[in-house]
């Protein structure tokens, strides 16, 4: 408190004694209808304190009469979101895929939850936009190694490739070079016949000795004409797309090394509906047959 | 305001022993409001005020009520604000959430002749239109119906609780929360079909935000028109105090002319008028007004420009026999010239107002072009980002696209999509089998999204001389073909 109080001489009003650069402060009364706003506000805070949780208390903290809870309310709308989602799911769970294909209400609802699965499940080795990358297929192109109908997708994703599971999808390339099942020599004349496959120009008379070498060691697999065959995952050496790339020492290595790409199976880590959304989500991408 | 007696001032004449609400000696720090009594008056101005009332409330109550036949499954209501389908619906004309910068342009034309208006007239708005300003006097007409004029309502107050004090207050609270119930309930029919939700209130089946608003308006209508009164204007609202800079000394503004008036006092009958001022002091300037000020200060913050007081004096003036408008709407162009005894004319026309015209003219303009090309369809191209493009297993280059197409016409159309740019472009359309060159139909008022795939062949790719080509998208609508191009970019591998 100031010793004595001073009158401003202008308007009449007491200061505060408190002074800023010759700047006095009037001491002028709160305006009414801020003290009740203020008013009200205590009140408030107080009925809230008693309505809602509080104040922490030595073992947990005061509940509120009403009980509100914000893990609960969290919980709530969990439930009701599994609720509204219920009817779809059932529905998904009951039809072929084809079926949800034809049917435009549940695919929209099967594309959202589809893409979702893929962004958690799918997207860290696929890729974010399934692009794909070295020795990790691309699912937007039209090149399949084990077939890109709805039912060869579902297959691959529920029971994976090379995996663990029983009923796997399981293929082996051979190992042409490490195992010395072929010279270094016809390696590379096979890998030359194999690119001229796709129109690329070689060298005429090596490739002319890798068609004998692929016809007694390739064929059997990747077919007589080298479009492969999918229900062995052996890919189409004609088309334009190399999974492990298209240089003649790519395409060498691979014959050398085999190759043999593992995917997860995601059978009983993921329910059956929502493996079919994730089928026709990967169909969706623009290569499903 | 305490009217402990009244003598004449002139022969008939009482003078009513009052002072303005914001008279300077009055005024303190937590002043608790001065109840306020207008007395009725009666004049041109009044009438006007009447006029402009009885239009503003019967266009305000009337205009849910009127019907639009827009054609089968559409509101019929010419004026809804449909929240549900996102757009505001005005007789044949149609706001989508998207052109909200219609309902910009209509407010920023709303300001610009307020400010015209106010330059040329002052507070004109706030006198005779504003909602307030109407409701107020509603409620005041109501109050004198029930409570008498100013000098039973002001005996009234002071008695103690009788019956008939009981019943008279009783009775103009019931009205009030009446009107402002109404008042409330016809806001709410501006969102929703008025007939269907007027049922829905009686049958007591509105959506609860129905309800919701409904009490919310009739509450700031009661408080606002009934109790808290000129107090929204002196103390809430901002626009008194931005309009002191709209006036000039040209503007015609309710004034007092003080060197007519002036100096003032009683008159006795039979005293000759010279050497002293036409102003009997009666104060029935300041009985009339609604915000309780006297207008013979001069220009107040207070004052809404109303023109009660130009009544009253008028009446007082006709009594004693001297001209009228000794207060009126004048110009401070004029008031200083009074003094110097000169009047100049009336300028209507100065460059404040022909610039605010002016502006009117443009933006109003500017919007009637803008509501004359308003399309009636909408299309947006967003390419994919992730992949940028997906090379195919014969080398061939694809991009995927999403087209929205926008339909606002209450008609199914028919679309075909094109690319425009691109060497032997193949356009793929998910859902729709062989989409090539076949026709899209987007549904009546509803929007299409397409997921788009575009290819270009291997044959072709050489064409593309770099990772990004530019090209349009064009949409046709094959009834009258009107297109509408998009464009956007296809990418290929680095060739």
Redesign the interface.
């Known amino acids: 408190m100031a010793e004595k109080t001073e009158i401003d001489d202008v308007t009449g009003v007491e200061t505060t004694g408190h002074e800023w650069d010759g700047i006095k402060e009037l001491n002028n009364p709160l305006p009414r209808w801020w003290l009740w706003t203020f008013y009200v506000c205590v009140i408030w805070s107080v009925l809230y304190w008693i309505v809602y949780p509080a104040w922490p208390t030595m073992t947990g903290y005061t509940k509120g009469i009403w009980g509100y809870s914000q893990r609960q309310a969290v919980k709530a709308d969990l439930a009701a979101g599994k609720a509204a989602q219920a009817k779809f799911l059932t529905a998904i769970e009951a039809s072929e895929l084809d079926d949800i294909r034809g049917n435009p209400e549940l695919m929209r609802f099967a594309l959202a939850g589809g893409r979702t699965a893929f962004a958690d499940n799918c997207a860290p080795c696929h890729g974010r936009g399934a692009e794909g990358t070295r020795g990790y297929p691309n699912l937007n192109d039209d090149d399949w190694l084990w077939g890109g109908s709805l039912s060869a997708i579902y297959e691959t994703i529920r029971y994976g490739i090379r995996t663990t599971h029983d009923d796997t999808r399981l293929s082996d390339m051979p190992k042409f070079g490490a195992d010395e099942i072929l010279e270094p020599g016809q390696i590379k004349d096979a890998a030359n016949f194999v690119l001229s496959l796709s129109g690329r120009p070689g060298d005429a008379a090596s490739i002319a000795r890798g068609k004998a070498v692929y016809a007694d060691h390739c064929s059997t697999c990747h077919g007589e004409d080298g479009s492969g065959i999918a229900a062995l995952g052996a890919p189409n050496l004609k088309d334009a797309l190399w999974l492990f790339g298209s240089r003649q020492e790519d395409v060498e290595t691979s014959i050398r090394t085999g190759r043999g790409g593992v995917m997860p199976h995601w059978d009983g880590r993921l329910d059956d509906t929502l493996i079919k959304q994730l089928t026709l989500f990967v169909h969706s991408l623009g290569g499903g047959q | 305001m305490a009217e402990a007696h009244t003598r004449e001032v002139a022969p008939g004449i009482e003078r009513h022993d009052v002072a303005a609400v914001n008279a300077e000696q009055t005024r303190q ?2 002043a608790s409001r001065q109840a306020i009594y207008p007395k009725r008056v009666k004049g041109d101005f009044r009438n006007l005020k009447w006029l402009v009332m009885a239009l503003t409330l019967g266009v305000y109550y009337i205009l849910p009520w009127i019907r639009w036949d827009r054609g089968a499954n559409l509101p019929d209501q010419a004026f809804l604000i449909d929240f549900t389908n996102q757009r505001i619906l005005f007789f044949g004309l149609e706001i989508w959430a998207q052109e909200f910068y219609y309902v910009t342009g209509l407010l920023v034309l709303a300001s610009l002749l307020l400010f015209l208006v106010t330059a040329l007239a002052g507070r004109v708005w706030c006198g005779y239109a504003c909602p307030q300003t109407v409701w107020t006097d509603l409620m005041v007409a109501v109050e004198r119906f029930w409570q008498g004029d100013r000098n039973a309502r002001m005996r009234l107050d002071k008695s103690p609780w009788t019956f008939e004090k009981i019943w008279k207050k009783t009775l103009t609270h019931i009205s009030w929360v009446v009107i402002s119930i109404a008042t409330g309930g016809v806001l709410v029919f501006y969102f929703r079909d008025a007939p269907t939700l007027l049922g829905e209130f009686l049958n007591f089946e509105a959506p609860t935000i129905a309800y919701l608003f409904l009490g919310i308006f009739t509450g700031t209508t009661y408080l606002l028109g009934g109790l808290a009164r000129e107090q929204v204007c002196t103390y809430m609202c901002p626009w008194p105090r931005i309009q002191g800079a709209l006036f000039d000394r040209d503007s015609l503004l309710v004034t007092y002319r003080q060197n007519r008036g002036e100096p003032r006092g009683p008159h006795k009958k039979g005293e000759s008028w010279d050497d002293r001022g036409d102003c009997i002091d009666c104060k029935q300037c300041v009985v009339v007004c609604p915000m309780g000020i006297d207008i013979r200060e001069g220009a107040q913050l207070e004052c809404i420009q109303c023109a009660l007081c130009i009544d009253a004096c008028n009446g007082i003036m006709d009594k004693i026999g001297r001209p009228q408008n000794l207060i009126t709407y004048d110009t401070y162009s004029n008031i200083e010239g009074d003094v110097d005894e000169v009047r100049s004319d009336l300028r209507l026309i100065r460059p404040r107002t022909i610039l605010y015209s002016v502006l009117f003219l443009l933006v109003s303009l500017l919007m009637a072009y803008g509501l004359m090309s308003k399309s009636v369809l909408d299309v947006n191209v967003l390419r ?4 940028l493009y ?6 061939s280059v ?1 991009n ?1 696209y999403t087209i929205k197409i926008l339909n606002k016409l209450y008609q199914t159309r028919m679309f075909r999509i094109e690319a425009e740019g691109l060497p032997d472009p193949v356009i793929s359309v ?2 729709i089998e062989d989409a090539d060159g076949k026709l899209i139909a987007v549904p009546s008022d509803d929007l299409r999204i397409l ?1 788009i ?1 575009l290819k270009v062949p ?1 044959s072709e790719l050489d064409k593309l001389k770099s990772e990004t080509t530019d090209f349009n998208f064009v949409v046709t609508d094959i009834r009258d073909n009107t297109r509408v191009r998009r464009g956007t970019n296809f990418r290929r591998q680095k060739p």
């Not at chain 2, 994919?384 to 992949?387: A, F, G, M, T, V």
């Not at chain 2, 997906?390 to 080398?395: A, N, P, Q, Y």
């Open positions: 720090l937590y994919d980002r992730n992949p997906v090379l195919l297993s014969d080398g694809r995927g998910v859902g997921r795939y291997y």
